[in-house]
C-alpha cells in the first residue's frame, strides 16, 4: 500500500513564503515524476510544478516562474514546492501526484488530498 500526503499550507499575508511538502509512504522502491497541482476557488486545476527522477524541476504556471520552485528529497521520498512572495491569486488547494516504483517492481500512480493555502490580509 502506497499513500501520498500534502502538508504546510495555511493562511499567508500576500508577500509571504511557504513551503510545501509531499511525502510518498509504503511499499516505495524509489519516486518517479511528481507533480504538483492547484485549483483555486471555482477554477480548473492547473499543473504548477513537476519534478523528474533526475531531479529536474519545471514550472509551468506563468505567473509563478519567477516565484515558485520544486525541489526533492529522494532520501525521503519528498518532494517540496517553494512559494514566494504570494498574491492572493495564488489561493487554492494544493496538491500532488506522485508515480513510484514500488519495492515489488511494478509502477504506482497516485493523488495526496491536498493542502489548503489562502493569501489574505
Known amino acids: 500500500q502506497v499513500q501520498v500526503a500534502e502538508s504546510g499550507g495555511g493562511l499567508v499575508q500576500p508577500g509571504g513564503s511557504l513551503t510545501l511538502s509531499c511525502t510518498a509512504s509504503?511499499?516505495?522502491?524509489?519516486?518517479?515524476?511528481v507533480g504538483w497541482y492547484r485549483q483555486p476557488p471555482g477554477k480548473q486545476r492547473e499543473l504548477v510544478a513537476l519534478t523528474t527522477t533526475s531531479g529536474t524541476a519545471t514550472t509551468n504556471v506563468d505567473s509563478a516562474e519567477d516565484r515558485f520552485s520544486a525541489f526533492r528529497d529522494n532520501s525521503k521520498n519528498t518532494v517540496y514546492l517553494r512559494m514566494n512572495s504570494l498574491k492572493p491569486e495564488d489561493t487554492a488547494i494544493y496538491s500532488c501526484?506522485?508515480?513510484?516504483?514500488?519495492?515489488?517492481?511494478?509502477?504506482?500512480?497516485?493523488w495526496g488530498r491536498g493542502t489548503q493555502v489562502t493569501v489574505s490580509s
Open positions: 509504503g511499499r516505495i522502491s524509489s519516486l518517479r515524476d
Open positions: 501526484n506522485a508515480e513510484v516504483w514500488l519495492t515489488t517492481g511494478g509502477l504506482w500512480n497516485g
